[in-house]
T-cell receptor, first 117, second 109 residues
Framework: GAVVSQHPSRVICKSGTSVKIECRSLDFQATTMFWYRQFPKQSLMLMATSNEGSKATYEQGVEKDKFLINHASLTLSTLTVTSAHPEDSSFYIC?????????????FGPGTRLTVL | GQNIDQPTEMTATEGAIVQINCTYQTSGFNGLFWYQQHAGEAPTFLSYNVLDGLEEKGRFSSFLSRSKGYSYLLLKELQMKDSASYLCAVVDSNYQLIWGAGTKLIIKP
C-alpha cells in the first residue's frame, strides 16, 4: 500500500515560536494532501486541503496566516504553525490522495504530536 | 447540516462479535469509509462501501444501506488488539470526507 511519512513525530516548543511539520508520500505522487488536527477524544478535523503548485484551501475557522501550508512538489507538503500557543497543542495528521484507484481513499501519515509550553 | 452519528464507546469480550453502527445525513453520498485508529496513532483504512450490501474482509465486514443512511462495521472473533477507535467517514457531493467522532471499542478478556 501507499506510504505517507511525517516528520517530526513529536515536537515540544515554547510559546511564540514557529514549528514546521513535513508530510511526504514515499512511493506515490500525491496530487492532493490534507492536514487534520485531532484533539484528545475528538474526531479528526480537516484544517486544509492542498494541491501541488496551488494555494491551499482552508476550512472555515482555520487561520491561513497562522497555519501556513506549502505543497511545492507531488511528494511533499509542509504545515508551519506560526507563533504557536498552548491552545495549538494537538495531534496533527496529514494524508495524501493519489487521485487514482479508489477515489478519495486517503493514506494517512503517522501524525505529529505538538506540545506548546 | 451534515451529521455522522456513532456510539461514543462500546465494550465487548475477547472472542465475541461486535457491531458498530453509523448513521449519516450528508449533502449527497459518494461512498463511506471505516478507519481504525489506535490511541496516539493515525487512522488506518479498513473498508470502503459505495453500493448497498455487505463487504467481507476476513474478520471485519462492513454493511451499507444508502436508503436508510446507515452503515455498520462487524468485527468477529475479537482480539485484544482490536481495542481502538473506529471512525466512520462519508464522502459527500463535493467529494469531501465528513468524519464521525469515532467509537471507542474496549475489549475485555
Amino acid at each position: 500500500g501507499a506510504v505517507v511519512s511525517q516528520h517530526p513525530s513529536r515536537v515540544i516548543c515554547k510559546s511564540g515560536t514557529s514549528v514546521k511539520i513535513e508530510c511526504r508520500s514515499l512511493d506515490f505522487q500525491a496530487t492532493t494532501m490534507f492536514w487534520y488536527r485531532q484533539f484528545p477524544k475528538q474526531s479528526l478535523m480537516l484544517m486544509a486541503t492542498s494541491n501541488e503548485g496551488s494555494k491551499a484551501t482552508y476550512e472555515q475557522g482555520v487561520e491561513k496566516d497562522k497555519f501556513l501550508i506549502n505543497h511545492a512538489s507531488l511528494t511533499l507538503s509542509t504545515l508551519t504553525v506560526t507563533s504557536a500557543h498552548p491552545e495549538d497543542s494537538s495531534f496533527y495528521i496529514c494524508s495524501a490522495n493519489s487521485g487514482t484507484g479508489d477515489f478519495n481513499e486517503q493514506f494517512f501519515g503517522p501524525g505529529t504530536r505538538l506540545t506548546v509550553l | 447540516g451534515q451529521n455522522i452519528d456513532q456510539p461514543t464507546e462500546m465494550t465487548a469480550t475477547e472472542g465475541a462479535i461486535v457491531q458498530i453502527n453509523c448513521t449519516y445525513q450528508t449533502s449527497g453520498f459518494n461512498g463511506l469509509f471505516w478507519y481504525q485508529q489506535h490511541a496516539g496513532e493515525a487512522p488506518t483504512f479498513l473498508s470502503y462501501n459505495v453500493l448497498d450490501g455487505l463487504e467481507e474482509k476476513g474478520r471485519f465486514s462492513s454493511f451499507l444501506s444508502r436508503s436508510k443512511g446507515y452503515s455498520y462495521l462487524l468485527l468477529k472473533e475479537l482480539q485484544m488488539k482490536d481495542s481502538a477507535s473506529y471512525l466512520c467517514a462519508v464522502v459527500d457531493s463535493n467529494y469531501q470526507l465528513i468524519w464521525g467522532a469515532g467509537t471507542k471499542l474496549i475489549i475485555k478478556p
